[in-house]
T-cell receptor
Framework: DGGITQSPKYLFRKEGQNVTLSCEQNLNHDAMYWYRQDPGQGLRLIYYSQIVNDFQKGDIAEGYSVSREKKESFPLTVTSAQKNPTAFYLC????????????FGEGSRLTVL | DAKTTQPTSMDCAEGRAANLPCNHSTISGNEYVYWYRQIHSQGPQYIIHGLKNNETNEMASLIITEDRKSSTLILPHATLRDTAVYYCIGYNAGGTSYGKLTFGQGTILTVHP
């Protein structure tokens, strides 16, 4: 079945460590996105990529980094510069960057101790 | 993109229609109205979208007023599995928000037995 796979589902890290969240899609979608969700809040866009080898900052990119070396993969690194990294992270993809119909993964919950 | 306003929460009896309102009085002529839902601790799921005309798919119906300042998402026969947070989003693919969806706090719909 086609879809988006995020891993790990749960992740615990010590303060000051970088962590990388994986996102893989087999939908042959051009565009991919990373969102962050805090408890009781809506989603906020971290980074997005409309095509391989290209990505743009979203609304809250500080303390995060991404790469898009392959069409199907869009990993997110939460760096030690991110002041409040504990959150629920959601990856999504869309067939093209201009559509509002996004397909989301199941999310990765990061807890920094 | 247009700012949308939704009630914080709503209740519905199982088997009855759930009507979720959304105000988007500042929506521009080429902005679409998108609806997503998010079941607890899962990724959001696309439901439906529309521009001017009413739309229907296997999940729901979308009624947009003639002046496009508000819309209603209708789940015709709500089930317990429809309990979720529902997001109404204004999106203009050709504008400055290209590739970015803004998720607010949405409406918490609770379906009761």
């Amino acid at each position: 079945d086609g879809g988006i796979t995020q891993s790990p589902k749960y992740l615990f890290r010590k303060e000051g460590q970088n962590v990388t969240l994986s996102c893989e899609q087999n939908l042959n979608h051009d565009a991919m996105y990373w969102y962050r969700q805090d408890p009781g809040q809506g989603l906020r866009l971290i980074y997005y990529s409309q095509i391989v080898n290209d990505f743009q900052k979203g609304d809250i990119a500080e303390g995060y980094s991404v790469s898009r070396e392959k069409k199907e993969s869009f990993p997110l690194t939460v760096t030690s510069a991110q002041k409040n990294p504990t959150a629920f992270y959601l990856c999504a993809s869309s067939i093209r960057g201009y559509t509002g119909e996004l397909f989301f993964g199941e999310g990765s919950r990061l807890t920094v101790l | 993109d247009a700012k949308t306003t939704q009630p914080t929460s709503m209740d519905c009896a199982e088997g009855r229609a759930a009507n979720l309102p959304c105000n988007h009085s500042t929506i521009s002529g080429n902005e679409y109205v998108y609806w997503y839902r998010q079941i607890h601790s899962q990724g959001p799921q696309y439901i439906i979208h529309g521009l001017k005309n009413n739309e229907t798919n296997e999940m729901a119906s979308l009624i947009i007023t003639e002046d496009r300042k508000s819309s209603t998402l209708i789940l015709p026969h709500a089930t317990l599995r429809d309990t979720a947070v529902y997001y109404c989003i204004g999106y203009n693919a050709g504008g400055t928000s290209y590739g970015k969806l803004t998720f607010g706090q949405g409406t918490i719909l609770t379906v009761h037995p």
